[in-house]
C-alpha cells in the first residue's frame, strides 16, 4: 500500500491546480444566469494562468516540486513542464477565444470550460506520467472530456456525428493501447517504464510478444496523433466539431500523445531502436503523404485544416524518428509553432464561420481582403506559418526537424517531408487566393471580433514571428527539457 | 560615418522594408501619396546601392557578422564583392523605375502594391548580399511571398494560375536546396559560406558521389530559377500574366538570382561535380537558346515574345557560367546585367503599349511608327540593344560568351551564334510588323505617344544601354577580381583532386 506523502502532492501541483478550479467551475455553474456564463470562462482562464504560474514557480525553484512522485508512476521534470505550459498555452487560448463563440451559438454552458481544464489535467497527466497504467488514465481522462466537447454543439447533426464517431473509434483504439501495456505487463511484470524497459531485451533481441506490445501501444498512440492508417475519423471530426474545439483537439490531445510517444519510444525503450525506427519511418511518410494529398482536393476549410493537421503530425514523427536530444527539442519547438498557428487559424475561421458555422467554405471567404485587411492578413500569416515561409515559426520548425533528421541520416524521409511542404503550399494557397485574389463581396465582411479573441489572435501572431525570428531563449528551453528525459 | 560605413548593407537591406512600413501605416485612402513614398524609399535605396557598388573594394566588401540563432548556429553574415554589388546595383536601379512605370497604370490597391514591391526589394538585395547559407535561404523563401501577390492581385486573366505555378516551381527546388544547406551543414560544421568554404578546400569532406548529389540540390533550385530548359515552363505564364512592373522585376533581378545562385554556390563548393556535369549543363542551355529563339519567333503575343527570349537570353548567362572560363563568366555576369536593363525596357515598352490598347497581340497592331514616332523610336533602341548590337550593352556579354566557348568547344560557338542570329530574326520581325507598315487598326491612328513620366524612364534605360555598350571597363574592372578568384579555385580543387586520385580514402566523407 502506496503512502501519500505532501511531496507527492507538490509535484503534481499544476495539476491539481487545474482539477480544483475545473470543479469549481462546475459548481457555479447553476448559480449563474444568462451573460455572466462569460465569468465562468474567466475563472477557467485564471485557473490556467495559475497553473502555469505554479510551473514557472518550480521550474525556478525545483524544491520540492520536481522530482518523481507517487513510488515513480509521475515524474515531474523539465521534460513534463514544458509540455504541460504548451498544454496550459492551448487551453487558454482556446477558453479566450470560445467565451464569445458559445454565446453566439447558444451553448454558453459552464460545463465548456470545465470539460476543456479536465481534458488539460489529463493530457498533463500524459506528459507527466512514467507509468503506463498513469498515462492510460491520463489518456482517457483527456479523451472523454474531448469526446463531449466534439458534440457541443447538441443541435447540429454533425457535430452529433463527430462525436459519436470519435467516441466510438477513440475507445477501440484506447483499447489497443491497454492491449500493449497488457503485453508490457505479462512480459515484465510491471507497468512502470523504467523497470519495464530493461526487461523487455537486449537491443535486438526483442520476443516477437515484446515487439508486438509496442507496436500495439504505438497503433492506441497514433489513432490519437491522427498519423496514417489511422486517421480516417479526424476530417469527419475536426469539421463536425465546433471550431474552437477542433482547435483544442488538433494540438492537445496531438502534443500530449507525441509526449507519450517520446517517453516510451526514444526515453525508456531504447532497445528496440531498430522496430521502432521502422514504424517511425513508415508512419512518417505515410501521414505526410496521405495528409497532404487529401488537403488538395477540400473545399471546406475545417476540413482542409485538418488534413493538413494530419500533414503536420507527419513532419513532427519525422522529428521523432530522428530522436536524440536534437529530435526531441526539434519536436518540441515545432509542436509549440503549431499550436500557436493551428489554434489562431481555428479560433479566425470559428468567428468568419458566424452563427451555427455557416461559412466554413473557400468560397465564403472571396474578396474578405479588400474588406477587412487586418484579418486577412491575420489568417495569411498563419497559412503562411503552416504552409512554412521564412520568418514565421513554421519554417524554423520544419527546419529544426529535418536538421535533427538529416543528423540521423533520414536523408530520405527529409527531402520526402520538404517536398510534401512545397506541395503543402497549394491547397493553403487556395485560401489566399480566395481572400485577396477575388473580387467578389464576403458576408464574413460583418463579422465583429470581440477583444478576447483579438487578445488570443495577438497572442498566436506576436508568436509565431517572435519564434521564427528570436528562437534562441526558447530553443534553449526545449533542449533543456529534451535532455531532461535522459537523466 | 562609421557608423553607416559599418551598416551599410542592413540598411540597403531593410530601407524598402522600411518605406513599405511607412506606406502601410499611412492607411488605405491616399494612394498618390503611397506611390511617392515607395519611389523616395526606392531612389534612396539606389542611393545605398551605388554606394555600395563604388565603395565595396575600400570597405572590405560593407562585412558584417552578428550572431543570430544559437544551436545551430546561424548568422547575420553580410558582404559583397563585384559580383553581389553589381546585382544589388541593378536591384536598385529598376525598382525606383517599377515604382515609376506603375505610377498610373496600378490604381487599384495601389497601397498593397507598393507595399509588396518594396518588400519583394528587400528580399531580393538580401538574396545578394547573405554569405550565411541559412540566411541565403531565408531571403529567398521571403521573397516569393510578396511576387506571388504582386502577380496574383495585380496580373491579367491567368493570375491566380500563373502566381501559383511560380511558386510551387520554386518551392519545389527550394525544398531540395534546403536539403542540401543542412546535409552540408553536417558535413562542415557551419552555414558560413567562408568557413564551409574552406572546410571543403582544407579536408576535402565530400565524397564525389555526396558532392554531385549536392550539386545536383543546388543546381536544379538555381536551374528552376533561371530557368534552364526543361524547367521553364513557369516563365511564360508568370511573366504573361504579371503586371509590368512584376516583369521587369522578374525578369531583371529573379531570374538573375538563379544565375547568382550557381555562381556563388554551384561552382566554389563542388567544383568536381560542376566540371563533371558541365557539358551536359552546357548543352541544356544552348538547347534553351535555339528553343526560346524559335519559340519567341512564333509567338502572337508580344509580351510572351519577350519572355522567351528571355529564356534564350539566360541560356547565354547559364552557357558562360558552365564554360568555366574566366572571360565567359564575365560575360555571362555582365550579360545578366544587360538583359536585366533590355528585357527590362522591352517589358516596359510592352506595358506601355498595353496600357494604351489592352491588347498586346502583335496583329492588332501595325503602323505605330507613324502614330508613335518617340516611342517606336525608343523600341527600335532597346530592340536593338536585347539582339546584341555592337556599341550597346548586349554586344559586351555575347561577345565575351563566345569568345570563352571556343575555347572549350567550337560547336557550342557555332550553336550560340546561331542563336544570336535567331534573336535578331525574331526581334526584327517583331518590330516590323508592330510598327512598320500601313496603319490596319483605326483605334491605333490617334494612339498618344509618350508622356514626360514615360520618355524620363525611357531616357534613362536608353543612357544605361549606350553607356554600358560604349564604355563597359569601368563595370568589367570590378567584375575582374572576384571572378579571378573563383576561377582559381575552381582549377586548383579540380588539381588538388586529380593529383590524388588514386589514393582517395574512403574514411572521408559520410
Same mark, same amino acid.
Given at each position: ?487 | ?58 570597405? #572590405? ?296 490598347? #489592352? ?145 582517395? #580514402? ?5
Amino acid at each position: 500500500m502506496m503512502t501519500l506523502l505532501p511531496v507527492d502532492m507538490m509535484r503534481i501541483l499544476p495539476e491539481i491546480i487545474l482539477s480544483v478550479f475545473a470543479v469549481l467551475v462546475m459548481l457555479l455553474e447553476p448559480f449563474v444566469r444568462g451573460a455572466s456564463k462569460k465569468l465562468l470562462g474567466w475563472l477557467a482562464l485564471l485557473g490556467v494562468l495559475a497553473a502555469a504560474g505554479s510551473t514557472v514557480r518550480i521550474w525556478l525553484y525545483p524544491w520540492p516540486g520536481m522530482g518523481t512522485a507517487f513510488g515513480g508512476s509521475v515524474s515531474a521534470d523539465e521534460f513534463s513542464f514544458f509540455f504541460i505550459n504548451l498544454f496550459l498555452l492551448v487551453a487558454g487560448l482556446v477558453i479566450l477565444g470560445s467565451m464569445d463563440y458559445l454565446e453566439r451559438n447558444h451553448a454558453d454552458h459552464g460545463e465548456f470550460y470545465a470539460l476543456t481544464l479536465m481534458g488539460t489535467v489529463g493530457m498533463c497527466f500524459m506528459a507527466a506520467s512514467t507509468d503506463l497504467i498513469m498515462i492510460f488514465l491520463g489518456l482517457e481522462i483527456s479523451s472523454i472530456a474531448t469526446y463531449i466537447l466534439a458534440g457541443y454543439r447538441r443541435d447540429d447533426r454533425l457535430s452529433n456525428e463527430a462525436a459519436l464517431k470519435y467516441f466510438l473509434l477513440g475507445s477501440f483504439a484506447t483499447a489497443f493501447f491497454l492491449y500493449g501495456i497488457a503485453f508490457v505487463y505479462g512480459l515484465t511484470g510491471t507497468t512502470n517504464l523504467l523497470g519495464a524497459s530493461t526487461r523487455m531485451g537486449a537491443p535486438g533481441q526483442w520476443t516477437a510478444f515484446a515487439q508486438a506490445g509496442l507496436i500495439l501501444m504505438f497503433v492506441g498512440l497514433a489513432f490519437k496523433l491522427s498519423t496514417a492508417p489511422f486517421q480516417i475519423w479526424a476530417p469527419d471530426v475536426y469539421q463536425g466539431a465546433p471550431a474552437p474545439v477542433t482547435a483544442f483537439m488538433s494540438v492537445g490531445p496531438k502534443a500530449a500523445a507525441f509526449s507519450v510517444l517520446i517517453r516510451i519510444f526514444l526515453g525508456s525503450f531504447t532497445s528496440a531502436n531498430a522496430l521502432s525506427m521502422k514504424i517511425l519511418w513508415i508512419s512518417a511518410a505515410l501521414t505526410m503523404c496521405v495528409g497532404n494529398l487529401g488537403a488538395l482536393w477540400q473545399s471546406n476549410v475545417k476540413r482542409l485544416l485538418a488534413y493538413s493537421a494530419i500533414a503536420h503530425a507527419g513532419y513532427v514523427l519525422v522529428g521523432v524518428a530522428a530522436g536524440g536530444s536534437k529530435g526531441i527539442s526539434g519536436v518540441m519547438y515545432y509542436l509549440t509553432a503549431y499550436a500557436l498557428m493551428n489554434v489562431g487559424a481555428f479560433l479566425l475561421i470559428a468567428y468568419l464561420a458566424g452563427p451555427d458555422e455557416q461559412r466554413v467554405e473557400i468560397k465564403d471567404y472571396h474578396g474578405l481582403a479588400t474588406e477587412r485587411p487586418a484579418v486577412a492578413a491575420c489568417l495569411t500569416v498563419f497559412f503562411l506559418s503552416l504552409a512554412g515561409f521564412p520568418t514565421t515559426a513554421g519554417f524554423l520548425g520544419k527546419f529544426y526537424l529535418f536538421r535533427a533528421a538529416i543528423h540521423s541520416h533520414l536523408v530520405g524521409l527529409t527531402i520526402l517531408a520538404l517536398l510534401n511542404s512545397a506541395v503543402s503550399v497549394y491547397y493553403y494557397f487556395k485560401i489566399i487566393v480566395a481572400m485577396y485574389m477575388n473580387e467578389d463581396k464576403t458576408e464574413c465582411a460583418s463579422v465583429t471580433l470581440p477583444w478576447p479573441v483579438r487578445a488570443a489572435l495577438g497572442v498566436s501572431v506576436v508568436g509565431i514571428f517572435y519564434l521564427g525570428l528570436a528562437p534562441n531563449d526558447f530553443m534553449g528551453l526545449t533542449l533543456i527539457a529534451s535532455t531532461s528525459l535522459f537523466k | 560615418m562609421d557608423w553607416l560605413n559599418e551598416h551599410t548593407l542592413t540598411i540597403v537591406i531593410f530601407l524598402p522594408l522600411l518605406g513599405a512600413v511607412v506606406i502601410a501605416l499611412l492607411g488605405r485612402t491616399r494612394a498618390s501619396s503611397a506611390r511617392a513614398v515607395a519611389l523616395l524609399f526606392s531612389l534612396l535605396t539606389f542611393l545605398v546601392s551605388m554606394r555600395v557598388y563604388l565603395g565595396f573594394e575600400t570597405c #572590405h566588401g560593407f562585412e558584417e557578422m552578428v550572431p543570430w540563432m544559437g544551436s545551430p548556429p546561424v548568422n547575420y553574415h553580410l558582404a559583397v564583392d563585384g559580383l553581389s554589388a553589381f546585382m544589388i546595383l541593378l536591384t536598385g536601379f529598376l525598382t525606383p523605375l517599377c515604382v515609376l512605370v506603375s505610377w498610373k497604370s496600378i490604381t487599384e490597391r495601389a497601397n498593397e502594391f507598393f507595399i509588396f514591391l518594396l518588400a519583394l526589394q528587400t528580399g531580393m538585395i538580401g538574396v545578394f548580399a547573405s554569405l550565411d547559407l541559412l540566411l541565403f535561404f531565408f531571403f529567398w523563401e521571403v521573397m516569393l511571398i510578396p511576387m506571388y501577390f504582386l502577380i496574383g492581385i495585380w496580373g491579367h486573366e491567368r493570375r491566380v494560375y500563373a502566381s501559383i505555378k511560380f511558386v510551387l516551381y520554386t518551392m519545389l527546388g527550394s525544398a531540395l536546396m534546403l536539403t542540401g544547406i543542412i546535409y552540408l551543414y553536417n558535413v562542415t560544421g557551419s552555414f558560413d559560406l567562408p568557413r564551409v568554404m574552406d572546410h571543403l578546400v582544407n579536408y576535402s569532406a565530400l565524397s564525389p558521389v555526396a558532392e554531385r548529389w549536392l550539386f545536383l540540390a543546388f543546381f536544379i533550385a538555381f536551374a528552376i530559377k533561371v530557368p534552364v530548359f526543361p524547367f521553364h515552363t513557369w516563365l511564360p505564364d508568370a511573366h504573361v500574366e504579371a503586371p509590368t512592373a512584376g516583369s521587369v522585376i522578374l525578369a531583371g533581378v529573379l531570374l538573375k538570382m538563379g544565375t547568382y545562385g550557381m555562381l556563388r554556390f554551384c561552382l566554389p563548393l563542388f567544383p568536381d561535380a560542376a566540371n563533371a556535369f558541365a557539358p551536359v549543363i552546357c548543352f541544356l542551355a544552348i538547347v534553351g537558346i535555339i528553343y526560346g529563339a524559335l519559340v519567341a519567333m512564333v509567338q502572337p503575343d508580344l509580351k510572351k515574345l519577350v519572355a522567351y527570349s528571355s529564356v534564350a537570353h539566360l541560356g547565354f548567362c547559364v552557357l558562360g557560367i558552365f564554360i568555366m572560363r574566366p572571360e565567359a563568366v564575365e560575360g555571362a555576369i555582365y550579360q545578366m546585367f544587360s538583359h536585366g536593363v533590355s528585357t527590362g525596357a522591352l517589358f516596359m515598352l510592352v506595358g506601355m503599349l498595353y496600357d494604351r490598347r #489592352h491588347t498586346r497581340l502583335i496583329k492588332e497592331f501595325g503602323g505605330l511608327a507613324t502614330s508613335m514616332p518617340i516611342y517606336s523610336t525608343f523600341f527600335l533602341i532597346v530592340t536593338l540593344s536585347s539582339l546584341g548590337l555592337p556599341i550597346m550593352n548586349g554586344f559586351v556579354g555575347e561577345f565575351l560568351i563566345i569568345v570563352g566557348s571556343f575555347y572549350r568547344h567550337a560547336s557550342y560557338t557555332v550553336f550560340a551564334s546561331i542563336g544570336v542570329v535567331l534573336a535578331a530574326v525574331y526581334l526584327l520581325w517583331a518590330y516590323q510588323r508592330v510598327f512598320y507598315g500601313e496603319i490596319t487598326k483605326e483605334k491605333n491612328r490617334n494612339i498618344a505617344d509618350c508622356d514626360l513620366r514615360e520618355k524620363l524612364i525611357l531616357t534613362i534605360m536608353v543612357i544605361v544601354i549606350i553607356g554600358m555598350g560604349v564604355y563597359p571597363q569601368p563595370f568589367l574592372r570590378r567584375l575582374d577580381r572576384g571572378v579571378t578568384t573563383m576561377m582559381f579555385r575552381l582549377n586548383r580543387k579540380s588539381l588538388l583532386l586529380t593529383d590524388r586520385a588514386p589514393a582517395r #580514402h574512403p574514411g572521408v566523407g559520410r
